[in-house]
Nanobody
């Protein structure tokens, strides 16, 4: 089973940028489907972006055109570049991953990932 550690969160002004990293250990990450979700107080965990093991990408409507997900298999890392940040982007951001599995259909927007990281806080001030 892979272990996930997020980093890169912090405090930024509206309009600024941050880059989150999700580092995987324990297994080769190249055959994992990976997603980013976020959760703010009192709200459900929300889909942000996902990338398949074949590098197909998916984005939530609220972040399209501002966020970019990518992967670096050599470093066993998935990145989330966040630009033009807004106060409503404030949340704890979680990385999640599921291995490519024969016979299993992956829904990138679903929260049914096998492994989750501990989260990293992103705060956007107005």
């Amino acid at each position: 089973q892979v272990q996930l550690v997020e980093s890169g969160g912090g405090l930024v002004q509206a309009g600024g940028s941050l880059r989150l990293s999700c580092a995987a250990s324990g297994r080769t990450f190249s055959t994992y489907n990976t997603g980013w979700f976020r959760q703010s107080p009192g709200k459900e965990r929300e889909f942000v972006a996902a990338i398949s093991w074949k590098d197909n990408t998916y984005y939530g409507d609220s972040v399209k055109g501002r966020f970019t997900i990518s992967r670096d298999n050599a470093k066993n890392t998935v990145l989330l570049q966040m630009n033009s940040l807004k106060p409503e982007d404030t949340a704890v951001y979680y990385c999640a991953a599921s291995p490519l599995t024969f016979g299993r259909t992956w829904n990138p927007l679903s929260r049914e990932y096998d492994t989750w990281g501990q989260g990293t806080q992103v705060t956007v001030s107005s």
